[in-house]
């Protein structure tokens, strides 16, 4: 419930909120993702009791503008900051280790 109110609530902050360029609210969400792993120790909630999922359905909203707005073969900032920062091996190592906690 409380992720809820907190995604509404983000949504709302952004469609007020002067619009960033798209590297700079990508690397938002990708920082408030990763802060929320620095941040919680041991008795993490499950994912999709917090507003990770919804970050995470931004960055993929910003990639695919940011695709659309490129020429065909032409790579921009923010997947050469996805790929740069490993993003994608990064998830797959904090998913992996979160549904061993889980399955423990």
């Avoid at 995604?7 to 993702?33: G, R």
Wanted: some cysteine.
């Amino acid at each position: 419930m409380f992720s809820k109110f907190t995604s509404i609530l983000q949504h709302a902050v952004e469609a007020l909120a002067p619009s960033l360029p798209l590297q700079e609210d990508f690397v938002y969400h990708w920082k408030a993702i990763t802060h929320y792993y620095i941040e919680t120790s041991d008795d993490k909630a499950p994912v999709t009791d917090t507003n990770i999922p919804s970050h995470l359905e931004q960055m993929l909203d910003i990639l695919t503008q940011e695709e659309g707005e490129r020429e065909s073969g032409e790579t921009g900032p923010c997947m050469e900051y996805l790929l740069h920062h490993k993003i994608l091996e990064t998830l797959y190592t904090l998913g992996k280790a979160d549904v061993r906690q889980s399955s423990s």
